[in-house]
Structures are given as C-alpha cells and as structure tokens.
C-alpha cells in the first residue's frame, strides 16, 4: 500500500521560504510515476502546485512558478517543496501526491499538513 | 489553461436521493483527464472517478461519471449518509502540463 507523509514547519514568517517534504512509502520514487504538490488554503479549493518525474523533470502551476522549486533525493525516497516570499495567502493545508495508476489523476495523497504565514 | 466550474455550489438532499453534481469546462477537456474526487472535514481528497467515468478501486457502484467535451456530471445514486460531503471536478491539461480543480460542491444533508 503506497503511503505518503508530508513534514515541515507549520509557521513561516512572511515574506521568508515554506519547505516541506513528503516522504513515499509502499512504491519507489523512482518509478515512472509523477509526484505532486496540492494545496488548500482554509475553507477553500484545491490549487495544484507542481509535479516531478524520476528524472528531476518538473512542471509548475504557471501562476506559481516563479517561486516554486520542487526537488527529489531518490536516496530518501522523498521529493520536497520550496515557495519562497511567502505571504499570508500561501496560508494553507499543503498535500503531496502521486499521480494514479491509469495517469492524469492524483491518487493516494498524503494527510496533509497545515502551513501558516504569520509573524 | 482551462477553467472547470461546478455546479451549484451546494446541493441539499436526504438519504436515499440522487444525486447529480455538475462539472463544466471552459474549453472541450479529453475525457481521459477528467477525474473526480470527494473530500470529508479533515482529510485528504479521495479520488472517486478518473477517465470520466471509471470507477477507482473500492468505489460503490452508486457513484457513476459521465459526460463528454465541455460538459461533465457526477451521479450519486442512492445517498448514503457516509456520501456527505465535498466533491471535485479535476482535469490534466497537457499544453502546458497542468491539473486544473473545479470550486467544489458541498453536498450536504437536507
């Protein structure tokens, strides 16, 4: 059974760099499958951030993209998130992901974990 | 990049109803990249339905996908109190590479 857990700090000043690591258990990351970031600010959607492949290749939400990096450690099994200058709208529950068996679809997700921009 | 919107935006019912949940894009979407999700206080969304209309493993066959091009719908046939709660439209956009949500429709206990 694929797992996925996401970890990192739950407060971020503004305007400093939100970093958090999902961490896959049950598949290898270096399978030929995407590995994504989601995210949901309270009482809200869901807004995809960006996904990874294997290779180090990377796609990102355009409206994001020029603070987002998103990175793998095949070694770990971990791929990770950095937003940087955040703000108090990047407040949200951050979910990492793995793209499904059939493509085009996230499935499982992990818990999520909340991240709050706040001084 | 495409917009998928949902309607409505909430949808009172009781056990045992049918449901049917809306899911329109503002461009014609591959209905290989249209998947649906349902999402309860607390946790994670769950993926219900991918390629318009498969079901995703362990899902009760009272939750069907259908639709084509722009248009989009999720039936629920028979209410369960368990399928109270927030459900997504989702699309994989290819050009550039991009998953696009719908708002949601909270589907909620009448």
């Known amino acids: 059974q694929v797992q996925l857990q996401e970890s990192g700090p739950g407060l971020v000043k503004p305007s400093e760099t939100l970093s958090l690591t999902c961490t896959v258990s049950?598949?290898?990351?270096?399978?030929?499958?995407?590995w994504s970031w989601v995210r949901q600010p309270p009482g809200k959607g869901l807004e995809w951030i960006g996904e990874i492949f294997q290779s180090g290749r990377t796609n990102y939400n355009p409206s994001l993209k020029s603070r987002v990096t998103i990175s793998i450690d095949k070694s770990k099994n971990q791929f990770s998130l950095r937003l940087t200058s955040v703000t108090a709208a990047d407040t949200a529950v951050y979910y990492c992901?793995?793209?499904?068996?059939?493509?085009?679809?996230?499935?499982?997700w992990g818990q999520g974990t909340l991240v709050t921009v706040s001084s | 990049e495409i917009v998928l919107t949902q309607s409505p935006g909430t949808l009172s019912l009781s056990p045992g109803e049918r449901a049917t949940l809306s899911c329109r894009a503002g461009?014609?979407?591959?209905?290989?990249?249209l998947a649906w999700y349902q999402q309860k206080p607390g946790q994670a969304p769950r993926l219900l339905i991918y390629?318009?209309?498969t079901r995703a493993t362990g899902i009760p066959d009272r939750f069907s996908g259908s639709g084509s091009g722009t248009d989009f719908t999720l039936t629920i046939s028979r209410l369960e109190p368990e399928d109270f709660a927030v459900y997504y439209c989702q699309q994989y956009g290819s050009s550039p590479p991009v998953y696009t949500f719908g708002q949601g429709t909270k589907l909620e206990i009448k």
């Open positions: 390629d318009t209309s």
């Open positions: 461009q014609s979407v591959n209905s290989r990249y």
């Open positions: 992901a793995r793209e499904g068996n059939q493509a085009y679809q996230l499935e499982p």
């Open positions: 049950g598949d290898f990351i270096s399978s030929n499958k995407w």
